[in-house]
């Protein structure tokens, strides 16, 4: 998912559109016909020489004729290649209302007639595999559980495999830029948007884009590449893990996931060395082994390949390397840091009881969003320091760390919070503080206070009642430095990454009302807020 006008400048567009300066034209122009009747624009690029061939399909919301490099590239290695206009978009006919909507397992399913027409055709040899990033990603994630029978392989990067957890309402929260952002800027009908408002809890029609549910069906290999600042962060790795572990027996135990030091753009702020893929990460290397060499190669593939992130200056740190792993999460001790009140973070719980702090939300005056999982806005490591300083953000800091700590893994905060109103946000960020005193973001997180227990359901609070909650930061690999401490902050806004709560009790966006609280975190014996990092053994590969 990205906007039209933004060039995807990481790594992954040298092995998506592998640098290819000189591109194809098309050999032919087909409107294929859906199942429904509905036509979608395909080009059709066939290498020189007789067919048939196997074929690589990318299918895209942004214009059938993006693919042209890939298109040379795919031709010259002895692929056909075909780039297909999704529903409602460009030269396709029928509407782009509900987007994904019309390329999953339900009534329509777009992805499915597309494998199967090309396998039809006379230079196909009746293999079958997809590519694609982000939205183009989207589109064989939302097609993988359909089954089309031709279907032999898949190399997905930076995709979601839940709209609503990730894409539309990460913790409840609605995701505003991101979704705004991207269904403005290419243009999609206004009515996208409005059902995704119609839609704060994780209902039926959130479920029907929600392939972690029916990722059994799933039964082809899948390459899946994601980034630790991607917007899709825990999309490429829950991809992976519900394929791999509960697919298929063509798919389980037949998926391999990569996670590098990327977001979904580039960020400038903190650049990190050796960030080259490893080459068994290839596209062509992954289609060759499944359709040219039925699968001889696949065990030299790592199944986990992970780029540990640190101080880009640190070069004893054994940071900033690649790493292999037979399994996702990796081993790790789950350790918790706990919140006291006079601004530390540290290993032992709390002692005392009825400590706490108080800070005072006002959603017309939210904290703003600097840097993370951004697509549009500010992406990437960047330091907080300009928000720091705000009395709506608590700060907890470690000591000075006298040898390196890696983390790696899934990271988690457990609050235990009380408000004066009957609904708000509570966000935590997980930040490397430098000796310079930069504060740069790892991680971030939210939960919508209404969807404590349950994202499927609406539960109010009563105010100033002590509730536990749970900030899902996602996963990521980072090495803090000697001489580098651990920082947690704890607020209530994030915007305009999340759309501020109004604390009235309604879903936000439905009026323009809006009332402050008084947000209260627990910091003693008996309620010991407190982060919970995947610290990992030391390893040298």
Same mark, same amino acid.
């Given at each position: 998912?990205?906007?039209?006008?933004?060039?995807?400048?990481?790594?992954? +567009? &040298?092995?998506? $559109? !592998? =640098?290819?300066?000189? @591109?194809?034209?098309?050999?032919? %122009? #087909?409107?294929?016909?859906?199942?429904?009747?509905?036509?979608?624009?395909?080009?059709?690029?066939?290498?020189?020489?007789?067919?048939?061939?196997?074929?690589?399909?990318?299918?895209?919301?942004?214009?059938?004729?993006?693919?042209?490099?890939?298109?040379?590239?795919?031709?010259?290695?002895?692929?056909?290649?075909?780039?297909?206009?999704?529903?409602?978009?460009?030269?396709?006919?029928?509407?782009?209302?509900?987007?994904?909507?019309?390329?999953?397992?339900?009534?329509?399913?777009?992805?499915?007639? +597309? &494998?199967?027409? $090309? !396998? =039809?055709?006379?230079? @196909?040899?009746?293999?079958?595999? %997809? #590519?694609?990033?982000?939205?183009?990603?989207?589109?064989?994630?939302?097609?993988?559980?359909?089954?089309?029978?031709?279907?032999?392989?898949?190399?997905?990067?930076?995709?979601?495999?839940?709209?609503?957890?990730?894409?539309?309402?990460?913790?409840?929260?609605?995701?505003?830029?991101?979704?705004?952002?991207?269904?403005?800027?290419?243009?999609?009908?206004?009515?996208?948007?409005?059902?995704?408002?119609?839609?704060?809890?994780?209902?039926?029609?959130?479920?029907?884009?929600?392939?972690?549910?029916? +990722?059994?069906?799933?039964?082809?290999?899948?390459?899946?590449?994601?980034?630790?600042?991607?917007?899709?962060?825990?999309?490429?790795?829950?991809?992976?893990?519900?394929?791999?572990?509960?697919?298929?027996?063509?798919?389980?135990?037949?998926?391999?996931?990569?996670?590098?030091?990327?977001?979904?753009?580039?960020?400038?702020?903190?650049?990190?060395?050796?960030?080259?893929?490893?080459?068994?990460?290839?596209?062509?290397?992954?289609?060759?082994?499944?359709?040219?060499?039925?699968?001889?190669?696949?065990?030299?593939?790592?199944?986990?390949?992970?780029?540990?992130?640190?101080?880009?200056?640190?070069?004893?740190?054994?940071?900033?390397?690649?790493?292999?792993?037979?399994?996702?999460?990796?081993?790790?001790?789950?350790?918790?840091?706990?919140?006291?009140?006079?601004?530390?973070?540290?290993?032992?719980?709390?002692?005392?009881?009825?400590?706490?702090?108080?800070?005072?939300?006002?959603?017309?005056?939210?904290?703003?969003?600097?840097?993370?999982?951004?697509?549009?806005?500010?992406?990437?490591?960047?330091?907080?320091?300009?928000?720091?300083?705000?009395?709506?953000?608590?700060?907890?800091?470690?000591?000075?760390?006298?040898?390196?700590?890696?983390?790696?893994?899934?990271?988690?905060?457990?609050?235990?919070?009380?408000?004066?109103?009957?609904?708000?946000?509570?966000?935590?960020?997980?930040?490397?503080?430098?000796?310079?005193?930069?504060?740069?973001?790892?991680?971030?997180?939210?939960?919508?206070?209404?969807?404590?227990?349950?994202?499927?359901?609406?539960?109010?609070?009563?105010?100033?009642?002590?509730?536990?909650?749970?900030?899902?930061?996602?996963?990521?690999?980072?090495?803090?430095?000697?001489?580098?401490?651990?920082?947690?902050?704890?607020?209530?806004?994030?915007?305009?990454?999340?759309?501020?709560?109004?604390?009235?009790?309604?879903?936000?966006?439905?009026?323009?009302?809006?009332?402050?609280?008084?947000?209260?975190?627990?910091?003693?014996?008996?309620?010991?807020?407190?982060?919970?990092?995947?610290?990992?053994?030391?390893?040298?590969?």
């Amino acid at each position: 998912m990205r906007k039209r006008v933004t060039i995807i400048k990481i790594s992954l +567009a &040298v092995i998506l $559109i !592998a =640098a290819v300066l000189c @591109c194809a034209k098309p050999t032919q %122009t #087909v409107m294929v016909p859906m199942r429904d009747g509905v036509k979608l624009a395909t080009d059709v690029y066939l290498p020189d020489g007789e067919g048939p061939w196997p074929t690589i399909l990318f299918r895209t919301p942004y214009g059938k004729g993006g693919a042209q490099g890939q298109a040379r590239m795919a031709n010259q290695h002895g692929y056909a290649f075909v780039s297909q206009d999704i529903r409602g978009r460009f030269g396709s006919e029928g509407v782009d209302y509900p987007v994904f909507g019309h390329d999953g397992w339900g009534e329509h399913k777009d992805g499915y007639d +597309a &494998v199967e027409w $090309i !396998a =039809a055709q006379k230079w @196909c040899n009746g293999k079958v595999g %997809t #590519v694609g990033a982000s939205a183009n990603g989207i589109t064989q994630n939302m097609m993988a559980p359909s089954r089309p029978p031709h279907l032999v392989c898949q190399y997905v990067a930076v995709a979601f495999s839940s709209m609503y957890r990730q894409a539309a309402y990460q913790g409840g929260a609605f995701r505003k830029s991101l979704l705004e952002g991207w269904l403005s800027g290419n243009k999609f009908s206004p009515e996208n948007l409005k059902e995704m408002r119609a839609h704060p809890d994780y209902d039926d029609f959130c479920k029907q884009f929600d392939p972690e549910l029916v +990722a059994h069906r799933v039964n082809v290999p899948v390459m899946f590449l994601g980034g630790w600042y991607d917007i899709f962060n825990a999309g490429t790795i829950n991809s992976f893990l519900t394929i791999q572990k509960k697919g298929d027996k063509g798919a389980r135990g037949k998926c391999r996931l990569v996670m590098g030091p990327y977001g979904h753009g580039r960020s400038e702020d903190l650049v990190f060395p050796n960030t080259e893929y490893p080459k068994t990460v290839g596209m062509l290397n992954w289609f060759d082994i499944w359709m040219k060499k039925n699968g001889k190669g696949f065990d030299d593939i790592p199944i986990v390949q992970y780029f540990v992130m640190g101080d880009p200056a640190d070069k004893d740190t054994r940071a900033n390397v690649w790493k292999t792993a037979d399994d996702w999460p990796v081993p790790a001790k789950i350790k918790p840091f706990y919140f006291n009140a006079n601004g530390t973070l540290r290993p032992r719980p709390p002692k005392k009881t009825g400590s706490s702090l108080i800070f005072h939300y006002d959603p017309r005056d939210p904290v703003p969003t600097i840097g993370g999982a951004n697509l549009i806005i500010t992406k990437g490591p960047r330091d907080q320091r300009p928000v720091e300083e705000r009395p709506d953000v608590l700060l907890f800091t470690s000591r000075e760390l006298k040898k390196p700590v890696e983390i790696t893994g899934p990271v988690k905060v457990r609050l235990w919070a009380s408000s004066t109103a009957t609904d708000t946000d509570f966000t935590a960020k997980l930040c490397d503080v430098y000796p310079d005193g930069r504060s740069m973001i790892v991680l971030d997180g939210i939960i919508r206070a209404r969807h404590r227990n349950s994202m499927e359901k609406s539960e109010l609070m009563e105010p100033r009642k002590i509730y536990e909650f749970e900030i899902d930061l996602w996963a990521t690999s980072l090495v803090f430095s000697p001489g580098h401490r651990v920082r947690v902050a704890i607020s209530s806004s994030n915007s305009p990454r999340f759309e501020p709560n109004p604390n009235t009790g309604k879903p936000s966006g439905m009026d323009d009302e809006t009332k402050a609280a008084a947000n209260t975190i627990y910091l003693n014996a008996k309620y010991p807020s407190h982060i919970l990092l995947p610290v990992a053994a030391r390893r040298n590969n």
